[in-house]
């Protein structure tokens, strides 16, 4: 089945540091990508995501591009804030039949950012 | 995008009973999901549910466990029941409306059963 494959956590950086964050998937086909975030007490807010192979997400300085190739979607900013800290989700959406299609999550990866 | 709100926001139970949970769209959306996030891990869908038809549940879900009704294209809930501390979890709910394949979460609703 599909499945998404991200980074272990915890990651702990200091504030303008340069961060990645990996995603790989298996999936058949040609599912969307996305990438979520979750803050401290809060429900999930979509942050970027991509449709197609080479497409890239942007949104609040983080980046992700859609990379068939190596079937993966990794995010990066290039200076984090300490207001990044925040539990980060990949996931990948793919219809199973005519309007209906599931989101199939990574496991987290939890970000630290000290000053 | 859409708004979603969900309430309670958070609740303690006790073991037994049961819980509505319930979950409002600031619009008209297709489609509405239930996830299940328990402490520390990822997302879980338990079930999709469709205005005017039947929930689809996942593997390891069941209705008679989770309950859930969608009366029209704003609003649906999610019933927790015969709770055990097990069930302990933050319940999402989530939208995606037309053409976009982006899911919408609502804040979440904190379970806690003892």
Partial sequence: GDSVTQMEGPVTLSEEAFLTINCTYTATGYPSLFWYVQYPGEGLQLLLKATKADDKGSNKGFEATYRKETTSFHLEKGSVQVSDSAVYFCALSKNYNFGNEKLTFGTGTRLTIIP | ?114
């Fill in chain 2, 1 to 114: 995008s859409a708004v979603i709100s969900q309430k309670p926001s958070r609740d303690i139970c006790q073991r037994g009973t049961s819980l509505t949970i319930q979950c409002q769209v600031d619009s008209q959306v297709t489609m509405m999901f239930w996830y299940r996030q328990q402490p520390g891990q990822s997302l879980t869908l338990i079930a999709t549910a469709n205005q005017g038809s039947e929930a689809t549940y996942e593997s390891g879900f069941v209705i008679d466990k989770f309950p859930i009704s969608r009366p029209n294209l704003t609003f649906s809930t999610l019933t927790v029941s015969n709770m055990s501390p097990e069930d302990s979890s933050i319940y999402l709910c989530s939208s995606r409306g037309g053409r976009t394949d982006t899911q919408y979460f609502g804040p979440g609703t904190r379970l806690t059963v003892l």
